[in-house]
C-alpha cells in the first residue's frame, strides 16, 4: 500500500541534531524538526540560549538534549556520540552552525590570514566534522543537510571570506552526496537568503538599511527562521527520499542572477 504524500512530510520517531541552535535560525530549525516529529539536540555556545531552544522543542512534546560547547575542534565527534548514548540513534544532522566572530566587513585584501582561516574553520570544517561523525553513526535513509547561504554562489565583495567557506559547503555537499549514497544517506543543502538575525544585523555597517534590504526582494520581504525550517524538513523527511547533492536557495526570490554584487545574504 502506497503512503499518502502528506505523511512522507513527516519525520515522526527521528533523532536529529541541530548545531548552533541556540537562536535565530538554528533555533527555527530546531523547533520545526520537533513539530514534525523529531527528537532533538540542542547545541551552541551560550547555556541560556540552549536552555531556551530545549524548552521549544520540549513545548512540541519531544525529547530534547542540550549539547552546550562550540562545536570547533572535535565537539562533533562527542555531540554524535552522545546522542546516540542518550537517544538511541541519529537520523538527521544539520550543520547550521557559522557566521563571522568578528564584526563589520573587509575587502579580501584587507583580510588578516588569521581571519580568513577561522572562516573556514567556522563556516566549512565544522560542516565536514559533522557530516565525519554523524554519517559513521547513521543507518540507511539518514540525512545530512548543510546550511548554506546564497554568498556562496556569487561574488561577494566585503564577505570574502564568509562566501568562499560557503562555497566550498556547497561543493562538500555535493562530493558527500555521491560518496553516501551507497550506502543510503542522502546530503543536501538550503542556502538562506536574508533572515534578519541577530548575527545578521551585528554583519551590516548600517543597520538602517534594513528596511532597504527588505524592499530588495522580489517576494517583499525578509525570510524567517520557520521559512528555512520548512525546507530543512523537507530535505529530512521521506518526501526527498530521492534527493541528494541539492542545494535549495530560498530566498524570497532573489537568485544569483538577480542579486547584485554587494548584496548581503
Known sequence: MSVEVSELFRVDGKVAVVTGSGQGIGRGIAIGLA????DVVINARREADVAETVRGVEACGRRALAMVGDIRGDTSEKIAAETVAKLGALDIWVSNVGGND?????ELLDTPDDHFRDQLELNLTTAFQGAKAAASRMERGGAIINIASGAGTRASPRTG????AKAGMLNLTETLAAELAPKGI???????GPVPTEAFVEMLEDPDRLKEYADAVPLGRFGTPQDIAAAVVFFASSATAWVTGQNLLVAGGRTHRTLAYGSDD
Not at 513539530?35 to 523529531?38: D, N, S, V, W
Not at 571570506?161 to 568562499?164: G, I, L, Q, R, S
Not at 542522502?186 to 538562506?192: E, G, I, L, M, T
Open 35 to 38: 513539530q514534525a516529529g523529531a
Open 102 to 106: 568578528e564584526k563589520g566587513t573587509l
Open 161 to 164: 571570506p564568509y562566501a568562499a
Open 186 to 192: 542522502r546530503v543536501n543543502a538550503v542556502s538562506p
